[in-house]
Nanobody
Framework: VQLQASGGGLVQAGDSLRLSCTASGFTLDKYAIGWFRQAPGKERDGVASIKSGGGGRYYVSPVRGRFTISRDNAKNTVYLQMTNVLPEDTGVYFC??????????????????WGQGTLVTVSS
């Protein structure tokens, strides 16, 4: 059972980037998924989350309107489309399964299955 985040890289402020979270060993369609990020020297914070059916999507205030979370259960993948990125979006991005009952809180302490992260660096 493993999640793998990918798609990170070095971009400039104002650019767009799409991250992918792919599962191996299990299917994602029954799980709520969250995206989290950890900036250098800081704790891991929630970014966005999505219910298993895709009907509910949640964002933290700093990214609302710029980031979009979506999922393609046929591809066993959850995406995080990042637009108009800012230097403060820099960090390692992780995806994790979340309890469906608390998915809206995007709480990293409730993440169950985690994948290795992908580094996003935004230059000014």
């Amino acid at each position: 059972v493993q999640l793998q985040a990918s798609g990170g890289g070095l971009v400039q402020a104002g650019d767009s980037l799409r991250l992918s979270c792919t599962a191996s060993g299990f299917t994602l369609d029954k799980y709520a998924i969250g995206w989290f990020r950890q900036a250098p020297g800081k704790e891991r914070d929630g970014v966005a989350s999505i219910k298993s059916g895709g009907g509910g999507r949640y964002y933290v205030s700093p990214v609302r309107g710029r980031f979009t979370i979506s999922r393609d259960n046929a591809k066993n993948t959850v995406y995080l489309q990042m637009t108009n990125v800012l230097p403060e979006d820099t960090g390692v991005y992780f995806c994790a399964t979340l309890p469906s009952s608390t998915v809206a809180f995007i709480n990293p302490t409730e993440g169950n299955y985690w994948g290795q992260g992908t580094l996003v660096t935004v230059s000014s």
